[in-house]
């Protein structure tokens, strides 16, 4: 008979596998490598900052994580999915279950609402129910602090107001991984800070796994683990490292 042990804070348990991941590009008739034989783990729950020289290959290595773009070899699980094997509409429903994101740019769309807004990812989903998405919208923006502005445009709002509700949004779907793209670059420090703070809270209250870009180092500094990717090459930090 096996014993199974039913204590899972022993062995946290993966969420994010990359074995042997690289990229490469062809550019003027020649292939550029942008990394090569990336292979590491992420675990569920975990806050994990990726960082890096401009052009060095970050955000390339955030899509394929993500599942928007595909590796030119080498093997990537999401959520106990194995992503290499899967077609395109294949990869659009592993996000609309499990990832949600979190752009430098916000991409709000400057017609709807903030709730509507926020509400967006689930119009995708089946048997989508107008009243409880608004009212799950409604709990989310409150909870990042805009419940008042729930019906203003994108072009009212301050860029940290519309972060925050790019932050709601990405909550709605309940999803297992958040996926920020230097989710503060185009905000003034304080304004970072207050949305580096909201990140990491939510981070804990909801439980999901945290993987940011970012140049800040101050910021990678505050996620449990840090990645630099440096020469094709990806770098893990001690904590407290720089």
Partial sequence: MTHVNSDHSIMPQVIISAQQLSQKIKFAQKELS?????????HRGEQVAITGRSGSGKSTLLGILATLDQASSGKLQVCGQSITELNEEQRALVRLK?????????QLLPHLT?????????????????????????ALLKKVGLERQAQQTPKVLSGGEQQRVAIARALISDPQIIFADE?????????????EQLLFQLNREFGTTLVLVTHDSTLAQQCQRHFELRDGHLIEHGLGED
Avoid: W, Y
Wanted: negative net charge; glycine residues 4%.
């Fill in 34 to 42: 942008i990394f090569e034989n990336l292979s590491f783990d992420i």
């Fill in 98 to 106: 499990n990832i949600g994101f979190v752009f430098q740019s916000f």
């Fill in 114 to 138: 903030a709730v509507e807004n926020v509400m967006l990812p689930l119009r995708l989903k089946q048997n989508f129910n107008f009243a409880a998405a608004e009212k799950k919208a409604l």
């Fill in 183 to 195: 989710p503060t670059g185009n905000l003034d420090a304080q304004t970072a800070k207050e949305i």
